[in-house]
């Protein structure tokens, strides 16, 4: 116990040197100091901070959290004489910021948490609402980072907790609490934490991976990319019976591949070395954890050829200098497709759309392209879902007309249709290079202020007929 | 029973009472005396792998229909099996699995198994170290019945001993009881056990009775936490002079514990470490 006791305070930022000096007198004790490294200090937040230093707290710099938004509260408290108070703001109408969103990172040396199995605290709040996370392992760095998910608060006191998938990982971690609160319907609202600490809990147990949500997933990936594995985390058994899952930063897991020469893991790395097909499956510590990503590693969209500037307008590549677009999704109403211009393999940028019934990429005002003196459109396409029949991709193009503007003088659009039987063919699992002249859009009478590029899928609508709802796009561009 | 066994489990147990010394040492005011009964008369370690050793234990095979109980009385979903994959002895264990899986119209398959006329005694201490299954709608039991005379006599005349139940959706918490005329079923004498720092699930912990004339004690580990006397009984005492035969078994659904849901994982194992029987002198 002594030792221990010893090494704790030895590492202690606030009192370290003065009681290193005191207890440099018991000389028994420095056989054992090797060992332990890093504070194991298992608070963070009783009656006020502990141990975290003096520069510790972060909010989101992302310009949307609100920067002021705890208070060491003394009317309220759990146990001891004070809490923290977190207030959230409105979502609208407050300067500072439309959510509550920090972490809390030790200023200073990590702290070693391998003899605890969940960060714990307790929680009341003015209301029920439904925070978006807790968690912890968040700093500059995320490599552990944790967090529990959508978790209701009340107005009575409720202990949360926060399972660590494996603290023999945390062996000097500095991201003590992170959070983000969003406004109820809207509204803001306050609540407090206290006895926020890690905890070794016996009652805490039947810890189960999982990778891919626990399922088996499918998907596809490029050469050269490092794959981001979702959906992982575990579920554990509290005292009382019920489960509780946490995400988790996949760094906790090692991962494995059914086929290293098209996907070469390295613990928790997952790199797309060649084409073909691998299933990526995981193990925390010696467990299995459940679910699966086959994934099958396909090449990037090929180089469009070297062209005369004058020849070629381009929208998205990487071949050519791009024209300004004002957004690739315009997250449109009505709209339920996720993601646009997200991914970048070691310098070539694909877009990405997900859930995609219609989506529309907008050139607007001083934007808008002359494509007049240009021939042919040119765009690569490829569908991830598996196809069915009756599956369509239709690619419009919207033109203003001459005065810039939607209505007014016409507005001409025109529009291609792609499914598995037209020329080219809608295929799963590989890139369709479209070069289509101008006259195939029909409809499309003018083209000296295109505006839009409108993709419709009919996706996620389920009483029409598509059933795409997953696309990579690359190299759009008019050229002649 | 050779002396050499016996000594080594005295032995050990000698250590687990100077742990308990330990502990109840720093609240001399709480200090107990959990159990008095040190001669072992009867224990099966488990250390022969394969199936259960014949010569102590018997099983009880089915859904209870051919016994005239179907769902063994508390509308059980699982068929019992004397097969390796329900009851197996390895790794030095006693391992009774709770599967999921058709069987002979049954949801789910699982074993029981008896002592019943192989070893029965009056009074003694019966304990056994055992990990518990868990999950929604698992319910294990170690537990007694007094002999049936041959059939002549029927539970709940017979008594029942209850030394471990578990709902498997609570992990912490154990139940033990006593079941006889007038306070059977739901009306069984009970009281729980509630561990404030580990799990029955996750870790071997030993559950025993000592059960003397007039008197059954309960205890976990080194906790006694219940005694159970005539007085406490809303009906004739039924212990004072019958036999009774030891069972493990683990249940699935059924009225104790509800029924598996979605989130109930299987297969789900049951792990006896050893079983002790004492006599009372």
């Known amino acids: 116990m002594k030792t221990i006791k010893f090494i704790n305070k030895k590492n202690s930022l606030v009192l370290g040197l003065i009681l290193l000096l005191t207890v440099g007198c018991e000389r028994e004790l420095s056989d054992d100091v090797v060992s332990a490294t890093f504070s194991n200090t298992a608070e963070i937040f009783t009656d006020n901070f502990v141990g975290l230093g003096s520069n510790f707290y972060f909010p989101y710099s992302d310009g949307f959290a609100k920067p002021d938004i705890f208070e060491v509260d003394s009317e309220v408290s759990y146990v001891g004489s004070s809490s923290l108070r977190i207030d959230v703001p409105n979502e609208i109408g407050d300067p500072g910021g439309s959510y509550a969103g920090a972490f809390f990172r030790i200023d200073g040396a990590g702290r070693d948490l391998t003899e605890y199995n969940a960060l714990t605290f ?37 202990k949360v907790t926060i399972p660590i998938p494996d603290a023999s990982r945390l062996t000097e971690e500095k991201g003590m609490f992170w959070l983000v609160a969003l406004p109820d319907n809207g509204a803001g609202y306050s609540f407090w934490i206290d006895e926020l600490k890690f905890e070794n809990l016996g009652g805490l147990g039947q810890l189960r991976p999982f990778i891919s949500n626990g399922q ?67 193990q925390l510590g010696n467990t299995d954890a459940a679910g699966s990503l086959t994934v099958s590693s396909t090449a990037l969209a090929p180089t469009p050829p070297a062209r005369d500037a004058a020849d070629v307008i381009s929208v998205f590549s990487d071949a050519y200098t791009n024209v300004p677009v004002n957004h690739f999704n315009g997250y449109w109403g009505g709209s339920t497709t996720q993601g646009q211009d997200d991914i970048n393999i070691n310098g070539n940028n694909i877009i990405k759309f997900t859930e995609i019934n219609y989506v529309g ?29 009756g599956d369509f991709l239709r690619i419009g193009l919207q033109d203003l007309g001459a005065d810039n503007a939607f209505g007014g003088a016409p507005d001409r659009f025109g529009a291609i249709t792609l499914r598995s039987n037209t020329t080219p063919a809608l295929i799963n699992g590989g890139w369709v290079s479209l070069d289509v002249p101008f006259s195939s859009f029909p409809g499309l009478s003018t083209r ?32 002649r | 029973m050779n002396y050499k066994n016996k000594k080594s489990v005295v032995s050990k147990y000698a250590f687990l009472l100077a742990l308990s010394l330990t502990i109840v040492s720093c609240n001399p005011d709480e200090e107990q005396t959990v159990v008095t009964f040190t001669n072992l008369v009867w224990q099966d370690n488990f250390s022969t792998d394969g199936a259960p050793s014949a010569n102590s234990w018997t099983y009880d095979i089915g ?5 005239g109980i179907p769902g063994w009385g508390n509308n059980e979903l699982q068929y019992y099996t004397d097969r390796p994959e329900n009851v197996v002895v390895e790794d030095g264990m006693l391992k009774i699995t709770a599967i999921q899986e058709p069987y002979m119209g049954a949801g789910y398959t699982s074993a029981k198994i008896l002592t019943k006329g192989l070893f029965e005694q009056t009074y003694g201490r019966f304990e056994a170290r055992i990990k518990l299954p868990w999950g929604q709608g698992l319910w294990p039991a170690f537990w007694m019945l007094g002999d049936d005379s041959g059939g002549s006599v029927v539970w709940p005349q017979i008594g029942e ?58 205890y976990v580990d080194d906790v006694l936490y219940n005694q159970i006397t005539p007085a406490d009984v809303t009906g004739e005492w039924v212990f004072n002079d019958n036999p009774f035969y030891m069972i493990l078994n683990v249940a699935v659904g059924g009225s104790f514990s509800g029924n598996p849901n979605a989130n109930t994982v299987f297969p789900q194992t049951m792990y006896v470490d050893y079983v002790r029987v004492y006599s009372r002198d």
């Open chain 1, 122 to 158: 307790w929680v009341k709040s003015t209301g029920a609402p439904f925070i978006q996370s807790f968690g912890f392992g968040q700093s500059e760095v995320q490599d552990f980072q944790t967090s529990i998910s959508n978790f209701q608060l009340s107005t009575t006191w409720t």
């Open chain 1, 216 to 282: 088996d997933v499918t998907g596809i990936g490029f050469e050269g990319e490092t794959l981001s594995i979702a959906g992982v985390g575990v579920t554990a058994n509290l005292a009382n019976g019920q489960d509780v899952s946490v995400v988790s930063s996949p760094n906790f897991f090692t991962f494995t591949s059914s086929n290293p020469s098209v996907a070469a893991t390295n613990v928790s790395e997952v790199s797309l070395v060649g084409g073909g097909t691998a299933t990526i499956t995981a």
């Open chain 1, 361 to 389: 990429t907008e050139f607007l005002g001083a934007n808008t392209i002359d494509a007049s003196q240009m021939t042919h459109f040119h765009m690569d396409i490829l569908i991830e879902t598996p196809l069915q029949p």
């Open chain 1, 448 to 479: 000296a202020n295109l505006a839009q590029i409108v993709y419709v899928t009919d996706g996620t609508v389920g009483f029409l007929p598509g059933s795409i709802t997953s696309v990579f796009i690359d190299n759009i561009y008019f050229y």
């Open chain 2, 63 to 67: 859904d209870g229909t051919a016994q």
């Open chain 2, 161 to 218: 001993i209850d030394i471990m139940e578990n709902r498997g959706d609570q992990p912490t918490v154990t139940h033990g009881s006593v079941h006889g005329p007038g306070y059977s079923g739901g009306s069984a004498i009970t009281k729980s056990y509630e561990l404030t720092d580990g799990r029955f699930d996750t870790e071997f912990h030993v559950f025993g009775i000592e059960w003397g004339p007039n008197y059954i004690n309960y």
